[in-house]
């Protein structure tokens, strides 16, 4: 396959090795790659498919431009035997998902010796990209370097043959000891972990915080709003502890990581435009950036409302509640604002985020969801109400402002009734609790077939067990905490109230 004329780049392409190699001590080996390439973060899931490390071509580099090291364990089979897997099996899966992949033809297929060690060359045109693999037989597993570039950009022939000299720079270096974030038994053990990762990316670095809650991965060099970034999360959980106490034996360490810039952050998470933060139940980790190009507010106010997810998943045991109650709770804790030492909660946040307009406009113009629908809806339902697009998270925001600020005495008598405050302490009550059986009836059935073959069950099928349930079991879940909360008032009549209580009683 032969390379295509494209426009030229404003900036020149540098088909050149780095003068320094990278050494990844853990894994055991050292090489060079494109000079100007960088190193970016792993997102956990690319971490348990065996990826070691990820790089990237700047704008002025190759497009698609980069580099993977993949470490390809044996996997045991029948009879105690071990065979290790070969890269074309794993490129047409997550996280690569390279379409038919097993039906390509290979267009380079090659043995060499790299380092004195066994190297199987093999190259794929992949619709108009190289797919260039080099994969080392170590002693007790394989490590492959896959490289890719666009097959029309005008210097691919170059990249192809520099990525020939990244792959023959490796060499074996002597492995040190991985720190083992299962086998924790303190907030230091944890930061070690996490400051062990971050050393493999440059320009990051994990950060504890005072009151060992969090750790903070970051690769912003701005001190300051790396300290009030810490001082807003550690006085947001002083609030979702004051409002959903933990129980004494809770002390997981949420992971935060803080992006210097919007265009590092969307690159991570593969995210566009509109994202300003989110919290990944896969990963269990936080993502933010700075949003100092458009308001720094946006950046707290994200913060406050993706950590009170974040804490909510592990207060709940990875309970998975309704949309209602996530975002509305979310975006309740987003207009926290402080005082000195004082923290108040607000009816308004930054411009763009803020729901205290559109409900009031949604209410006066008619078009909100009966809340027999709103507080029903399933995820899909949920986020494909109307008008807007930001309309679900308005009318969740004002019921739980509403049924906050009544349990604290501040919603006019005649609009408040007392069982209004029991709904959210019988929804949360009940949703945990079922959760908690079903994972644990799903633990127990791990265990008896696993023992009906003789064995074990892994610690991978317990995980899961743990902490996944069917979707109808999910529904018969969601069903009963409605039940126990919102099924035992007057729901036109709490309707009713609200839209008296959002036009004439909510203030900013």
């Not at 493999?200 to 970034?229: C, Q, Y």
Request: glycine share 8%; with cysteine; net charge negative.
């Amino acid at each position: 396959m032969s390379a295509g004329a494209v426009p030229c780049r404003a900036a020149p392409q540098r088909l050149t090795l780095a003068s320094k190699s990278y050494t990844d001590s853990q894994t055991g080996f050292r090489v060079k790659h494109p000079g100007d390439w960088r190193v970016t973060p792993l997102q956990p899931q690319r971490r348990a498919a065996g990826v070691v490390f990820q790089m990237e071509a700047p704008d002025s580099g190759p497009r698609w431009g980069e580099m993977n090291a993949i470490r390809l364990d044996p996997e045991e089979g029948d009879g105690g035997t071990s065979t290790r897997p070969r890269i074309e099996q794993l490129l047409g899966e997550p996280p690569f998902s390279y379409r038919d992949f097993e039906s390509r033809e290979v267009d380079v297929d090659e043995i060499l010796r790299i380092d004195g060690l066994a190297t199987h060359h093999l190259r794929w045109a992949v619709g108009v990209a190289w797919i260039d693999t080099w994969t080392i037989h170590l002693q007790d597993f394989d490590l492959c370097f896959l490289y890719t570039v666009h097959a029309e950009d005008k210097y691919a022939d170059g990249w192809l043959k520099l990525f020939a000299k990244s792959a023959r720079s490796f060499s074996e270096v002597e492995r040190t000891e991985q720190p083992q974030l299962e086998q924790a038994e303190s907030y230091a053990d944890v930061l070690a972990y996490y400051s062990w990762e971050t050393e493999h990316t440059p320009g990051w670095r994990a950060l504890p915080t005072p009151t060992e809650d969090f750790v903070i991965k970051t690769d912003s060099d701005n001190d300051r709003f790396i300290d009030a970034v810490i001082e807003r999360l550690e006085r947001s959980r002083e609030v979702f502890e004051q409002d959903f106490p933990p129980p004494g034996d809770f002390d997981h360490v949420s992971v935060v990581r803080v992006c210097d810039s919007e265009e590092e952050f969307h690159h991570y998470g593969g995210t566009s435009g509109g994202v300003a933060g989110w919290f990944n139940s896969a990963t269990d980790e936080l993502v933010l950036f700075d949003a100092v190009a458009i308001d720094r507010k946006v950046s707290f106010a994200v913060m406050s409302h993706e950590a009170f997810h974040q804490y909510c998943y592990f207060l709940f045991g990875r309970s998975e509640a309704h949309r209602w109650f996530d975002e509305g709770l979310g975006d309740y804790y987003g207009g926290l604002k402080f005082q000195g030492r004082k923290t108040i909660v607000t009816a308004r946040m930054p411009a763009g985020l803020e729901r205290y307009s559109g409900i009031r406009t949604m209410i006066r113009e008619g078009t909100y969801a009966p809340l027999a629908q709103h507080l029903n809806f399933d995820h899909a339902q949920w986020q494909g109400q109307g008008p807007r697009n930001v309309s679900p998270y308005e009318e969740s925001w004002s019921i739980i402002y509403m049924l906050r600020q009544g349990a604290l005495g501040n919603v006019p008598r005649k609009l408040w009734k007392d069982e209004y405050a029991e709904i959210l302490p019988n929804y949360i009550r009940v949703l945990n609790d079922e959760f908690r059986t079903a994972y644990a009836e799903q633990v127990d059935l791990a265990w008896q077939d696993a023992g009906e073959e003789g064995r074990e069950p892994t610690e991978e099928e317990l995980r899961k067990a743990g902490s996944e349930v069917s979707e109808e079991r999910k529904q018969e879940i969601w069903k009963r905490a409605m039940d126990a909360s919102w099924g035992r008032i007057d729901l036109d009549e709490f309707e009713h109230d609200w839209l008296e209580y959002v036009p004439k009683y909510l203030r900013d």
